[in-house]
């Protein structure tokens, strides 16, 4: 009944196994409508590193949910907006956030659009509508304070500007996307919430023949007249749009505005740390390491050494095919994680052989010596794995709260690591082991074990 057992969980273990290696061996694959690839990360394909800075006076206080909710905001617009899905957005400190864009070419546009406060207005501009592209000021308040910079620019000019009325914001927008007109012009269609809805059929009912501005940032995009009430809740955006340019917006909507406003105090273009050919001899390195380890374990542990390699290939491919799943970004410090990682798998195989060769020296059976030495070694193995992960928890915290991507990439790969390298102990070890020895004699066949 327990070899049966085994047998449920080699099978489940080779299915495991099979996919894991087509994870792995494809590239820019599709798995439920996500595309699968290696996410490589800046010291390795090179790209953009920004700091941002909430665009407030020093001694203002900022809500501290504030930053959080940018943060949130800016990772969607770069998933969005640039398809980029390894960058890293991350908090530094309590007004600062962290933005990493690998093999981004266009650092200049991606993070105008990343600092834009995207906030969406909606304005009545009555029977005399501005150009597109002119600033103006609103009556919306943000924040406790208008969020209408350029009026403090012209006031200073000693020009007065008038204050439009906004009838809503983009706060009513329930969902936002890229549309071609019958004209073949590029749109950007909306839909409102409920509310929303009802103040636009309110207000374009009552100001047929009028102007409604919609204005992104206090700029003015378009400033469309009222033909007729628009009572279904939806409109669409529209004012010389390119493909790009229509994307852009609709990206910003979609996301929200910022809470604080943003801007860029430090940006760095870097190169990879390794170049192709310096990534090729640190790849080959690796598989040299790993050749060498997996030869020793077949020679001083002979057939159980041998299924640990098994057990250890096993790993290699399911860590690797989580971390393309996940997806995790490889840094050279996350690449450091993951080896490491490999050697504690490495350990656990080796506490399991030294007690099962104990086992065998005091006349056990296969059978039990095999289970006598996966439960006399699980202890060691739990308590140094368990520490190590409580060591990964405090890594990855410090590394969020101090900005430091690289700390966290190494804390992530090598957690991930340590619990597949977990299940590979508790479970694949041992299956192989039983599946392989349990019919084996132990009276004909010593060599095998190396007593």
Excluded at 41 to 61: I, K, T
Excluded at 373 to 380: D, F, I, Q, T
């Amino acid at each position: 009944m327990q070899q049966r057992r085994y047998y449920q969980f080699f099978v489940l273990i080779l299915i495991l196994l099979a996919g894991a290696v087509w994870v792995v061996v494809t590239e820019n694959s599709t798995i439920f409508g996500r595309e699968i690839f290696t996410h490589l990360g800046l010291d390795l394909v090179g790209g953009v590193q920004a700091l941002l800075e909430a665009d407030v006076p020093a001694d203002a206080v900022l809500d501290p949910n504030s930053m959080d909710t940018a943060r949130t905001i800016i990772e969607n617009r770069v998933n969005g907006l640039l398809g980029v899905g390894e960058a890293t957005v991350q908090k530094a400190g309590d007004r600062r956030i962290v933005v990493e864009l690998p093999g981004e070419q266009n650092p200049e546009q991606a993070l105008g659009t990343l600092k834009e406060t995207g906030l969406l207005e909606f304005v009545d501009m009555g029977t005399n509508p501005v150009p597109a592209g002119t600033i103006i000021q609103t009556d919306y308040v943000l924040s406790g304070a208008d969020s209408a910079q350029p009026g403090d620019a012209n006031a200073s000019t000693g020009e007065p500007q008038q204050t439009w009325h906004t009838i809503m914001t983009g706060a009513e927008l329930k969902d936002v996307g890229v549309t071609i007109s019958k004209l073949k012009e590029y749109e950007v269609a909306f839909e409102l919430t409920s509310d929303g809805g009802k103040i636009f059929a309110d207000y374009t009912s009552k100001n047929v023949g009028n102007y409604l501005a919609i204005v992104l940032d206090k700029i003015v995009i378009s400033s469309p007249r009222v033909n007729s009430p628009i009572t279904g809740g939806k409109g669409v955006i529209s004012g010389n749009f390119d493909q790009e340019s229509s994307n852009k917006l609709s990206v910003q909507l979609r996301y929200g505005s910022l809470p604080v406003p943003l801007k860029v105090i430090e940006t760095r273009a870097i190169g990879p740390t390794l170049g192709q050919d310096s990534l090729q001899k640190s790849l080959k390195a690796g598989a040299i390491g790993l050749s060498i380890v997996i030869l020793f374990m077949a020679l001083y542990y002979r057939l159980p050494g041998v299924l640990a390699d098994f057990a250890l290939i096993t790993y290699a491919l399911l860590a690797f095919a989580l971390f393309k799943l996940i997806p995790v970004t490889l840094t050279l410090p996350g690449i450091a994680g993951f080896v490491l990682s490999i050697g504690m798998a490495v350990d656990a195989n080796v506490l399991i052989f030294e007690r099962l060769k104990e086992e065998l020296k005091l006349g056990k059976t296969l059978h039990n010596a095999i289970d006598l030495a996966w439960n006399r070694a699980w202890p060691s193995i739990r308590d140094s794995n368990f520490s190590t992960l409580i060591t990964c928890a405090i890594l990855f915290w410090f590394g969020s709260a101090f900005g430091a991507s690289i700390i966290k990439g190494f804390a992530v790969t090598l957690a991930l690591g340590v619990g597949v390298s977990l299940f590979t102990a508790v479970t694949v070890t041992r299956t192989y082991l039983h599946i392989v020895m349990d019919n084996i004699k132990l009276s004909d066949r010593h060599g095998w074990f190396g007593l």
